[in-house]
């Protein structure tokens, strides 16, 4: 059984639907992570879980429970908001404490509770510091020690790491995992991040416009992401109309391979800039010959823009070394594995 069930929920503002008939599981011990551009309903889909938005149509289960009418202190979830919200009048271990002190834990219960969750986020005998005098980091770990106080059967995340710099997030959320991991905790997060998505969540899924566009563990969106819009809020821009004769395509690109058993006729390609090969203008002649009118350093690579006479603008990425000087003339080759075939 799913611990958390989403059937057909619909929440409307106005004429706007910000979720239409959305359908989502979440297992037990699973983190799911939602990802979306702004107004895609994912913080919606949040507030309803938690009970702090009524819905216009469907139903929420927890554990196979109907949420309908249940209040958000009585559904045993955890929050966790992007500004961490603690108490400035309470100190680190007041703020941990306060879920169970709403519970009527006892004293000594709630004491040990808090030095153990302190302990687990990495802030031992932080109890009575100020939670001015703390870094954003720290606050984070407060904030996250607090939502977990409790023991929620569901903890959930809205953009938990959006106020750190980048080298801070990429180690919490390394931090997190391995955390939820261990305590075998349930967890629903809402992100803008990809990276963070993607690092932290078993399963990732992907909004747009009030709807799932896709589900799926980080590898299979990031290998074979199911739609030009998915493609395009990857990242990827590589993406051109073609038409499907048996493994290969005709693209304004020239002759590109497709992964065997592709179904003939007209789709859009997205080609990963990794499957895209320099090769010298002479050996690219059965194909466009480009100009080199960019490069961007990304640290293991450099990606490299092309013009062809005709069409989109190409990425390649290089090695460091490889990499050929802005104005120079090239020809690619395609590898198919980096060749994703998109229906819609």
């Not at 009527?104 to 302190?118: C, D, I, K, S």
């Not at 466009?288 to 603008?313: I, K, N, Q, S």
């Not at 190409?314 to 060749?339: I, K, M, S, T, W």
Request: aromatic share 4%; glycine share 12%.
């Amino acid at each position: 059984m799913s611990l958390l069930r989403l059937d057909g929920v619909t929440v409307r503002f106005g004429a706007r639907a910000a979720l239409d008939a959305v359908d989502l599981e979440v297992a037990e011990h699973e983190t799911v992570c939602v990802l979306g551009p702004s107004g895609s309903g994912k913080s919606t889909l949040l507030r309803v879980v938690a009970g702090l938005q009524p819905v216009d149509a469907g139903r929420v289960l927890l554990s196979g429970g109907d949420q309908t009418g249940v209040p958000t202190h009585r559904r045993e979830v955890g929050l966790m908001f992007q500004d961490h919200q603690l108490f400035p009048q309470r100190d680190v271990g007041g703020n941990v404490a306060f879920g169970l002190r709403m519970r009527g834990t006892g004293r000594a219960e709630t004491e040990r509770r808090v030095a153990e969750l302190l302990d687990l986020v990495g802030l031992p005998g932080a109890q009575w510091r100020s939670v001015a005098a703390l870094s954003g980091g720290e606050q984070q770990r407060v904030a996250l020690a607090r939502a977990l106080a409790p023991r929620p059967r569901l903890l959930m995340l809205d953009e938990p790491l959006g106020q750190l710099d980048r080298s801070l997030r990429e180690r919490l959320v390394v931090e997190l995992r391995e955390l939820f991991g261990r305590l075998g905790t349930t967890v629903l997060a809402v992100t803008h991040d990809q990276g963070e998505a993607f690092a932290l969540a078993d399963r990732v899924v992907v909004m747009r416009d009030g709807h799932i566009a896709q589900v799926g563990t980080p590898l299979e969106v990031w290998q074979r992401p199911a739609s030009e819009f998915v493609a395009r809020f990857l990242g990827f821009d590589n993406i051109v109309p073609a038409t499907v004769t048996g493994e290969r395509a005709d693209t304004v690109w020239g002759t590109v391979p497709v992964p065997p058993g592709t179904p003939e006729g007209e789709c859009k390609l997205l080609v990963r800039p990794g499957g895209v090969r320099l090769v010298p203008a002479a050996e690219g002649a059965e194909g466009p010959v480009y100009e080199v009118t960019g490069r961007t350093f990304r640290g293991d690579h450099v990606l490299v823009l092309l013009r062809p006479a005709d069409g989109p603008e190409l990425e390649a990425a290089c090695g460091l070394r490889a990499a050929p000087e802005p104005g120079e003339r090239v020809g690619v080759a395609f590898d198919a594995h980096d060749v994703v075939v998109l229906r819609d």
